[in-house]
């Protein structure tokens, strides 16, 4: 969008869509609040006193870091914690338009404009030059990333955890973040490679530029985790976050996943340095006792340690032959046996990874749960958005055909008001 002139030698605080002399609005997307946004400084510092910007304002705060400013320097980051938070429900949805044509995909400023607070009070997307779609609710937003089962919100979803491997400084690196596995593959003196031993994720190519750039290699990714903290079900066990950490080695970068705030402080005194969190997984439980603490098709997963690479590694259960010789904790008294997660299989075929349809409540033996006569991975897509909010009939992978939730753990999943509301 372009930005209005300053009025009166004052800044307005907006760059809301004027009109062009050529015809028709420069088109906005958006709104967030820009004008006397109260947030964090840079303490006793005042960025322009004239537009009462900065540590001191309002009144005698200086030194605190905390005042006042004016301009979309305080909306722009509003808008990117939002589309942060749909990015961390799903990683793998691209991009796209707010409203795309017959054949785009949805996406996530689809998303954004069709849950404003305007959009869901019409009833669909409008759009003006002063506000273009409206203002963002992130809550609504959230839950169209999350989608549907059973006719329910789904508290969870699974994603994979792409594994990259660094032969020359013998390091591996775990990210649920595409952007974060392209940069790994590319940008290294010594670039990293995903193993071709693991499992190509359904569908989904890493993001990248066809006029400029060759095709990237197919993502894959061994393991599956958690996207967020909600456990899907009451009595399996907690979630536990994946934190990335990372230090200088020679030659290169090491990178290692912790779960603690004790294990954060460990490794920070050991030259880490904290980045971000890399999805969750389900804390250890007493499953020899408590069986159903364990979700089912969830395996023990660790992380080891190999002394003569000096690098840790994480990995299933199921993994563990090929990695033989990570044999001992990562650190002294820290724990080899992280949680749980879930391996990259796809029992009935159908696109959509056992992960995904254990957690959301499918039935990962049979390719159409409710017998509609439509895929579970066509109604509740890996990498896309499952519907429009405005849709007039949605996908329910759990609701319809000759079955509806019978043969789906859903109707278990959403009993005695463990859901988020129905809207």
Same mark, same amino acid.
């Given at each position: ?152 919100? +789904?508290?969870?979803? $699974?994603?994979?955890?792409? #594994?990259?491997? /660094?032969?020359?400084?013998? *390091?591996? &690196? ?119 603490? +364990?979700?089912?098709? $969830?395996?023990?997963?660790? #992380?080891?340690? /190999?002394?003569?690479?000096? *690098?840790? &590694? ?110």
């Amino acid at each position: 969008p372009n930005s209005p002139p300053y009025v009166g030698g004052i800044e307005c605080g907006s760059n809301w869509s004027f009109h062009i002399a050529a015809g028709g609005y420069d088109h906005q997307e958006v709104m967030a609040s820009a004008e006397s946004v109260y947030s964090t400084t840079y303490p006793g510092y005042n960025w322009v006193s004239a537009l009462q910007c900065g540590d001191q304002f309002p009144g005698p705060s200086w030194g605190n870091g905390y005042g006042l400013c004016t301009g979309t320097s305080m909306s722009a980051p509003q808008i990117s914690g939002i589309v942060g938070l749909l990015r961390s429900v799903n990683s793998l949805v691209v991009t796209s338009v707010s409203e795309p044509s017959v054949g785009q995909p949805l996406g996530l400023r689809t998303v954004l404009a069709q849950t404003t607070n305007e959009a869901r009070t019409a009833g669909g997307t409008t759009w003006n030059p002063t506000l273009g779609y409206g203002h963002p609710d992130a809550a609504a937003a959230v839950r169209v990333m999350l989608g549907k089962v059973a006719g329910a919100v +789904v508290r969870n979803r $699974a994603t994979p955890l792409f #594994r990259l491997y /660094n032969s020359f400084t013998h *390091d591996y &690196a775990d990210t649920i973040s595409p952007q974060y596995a392209t940069s790994l593959l590319i940008t290294q003196t010594h670039d990293y490679a995903l193993p071709s031993t693991a499992i190509p994720v359904p569908g989904y190519t890493f993001p990248y530029d066809p006029a400029h750039e060759t095709a990237p290699p197919i993502a894959r990714a061994p393991v599956y985790v958690l996207a967020t903290e909600f456990k899907p079900r009451a009595e399996w066990s907690d979630l536990l976050p994946l934190y990335l950490m990372d230090r200088p080695k020679a030659g290169g970068t090491d990178y290692m996943l912790v779960t603690s705030a004790a294990e954060i402080q460990a490794a920070h005194m050991a030259g880490y340095n904290l980045r971000t969190i890399q999805g969750y997984i389900f804390k250890p439980c007493d499953d020899a006792h408590y069986p159903t603490c +364990v979700p089912p098709g $969830a395996h023990k997963f660790y #992380r080891k340690f /190999n002394a003569s690479l000096s *690098d840790c &590694a994480t990995f299933l259960d199921t993994e563990a032959s090929s990695f033989s010789t990570y044999s001992t904790a990562c650190a002294a008294g820290s724990t080899t046996m992280l949680g749980y997660a879930y391996p990259a299989l796809d029992t009935d075929g159908d696109g959509l990874p056992d992960a995904v349809e254990c957690v959301i409540g499918t039935d990962p033996t049979h390719a159409d749960s409710d017998g509609d006569g439509i895929s579970d991975a066509v109604e509740f897509p890996l990498i896309g958005i499952q519907t429009s909010p405005f849709a007039p009939n949605p996908p329910d992978p759990c609701r319809g055909g000759t079955y509806g939730a019978s043969r789906c753990g859903a109707d278990d999943i959403f009993k005695n008001g463990f859901q988020y509301p129905v809207d």
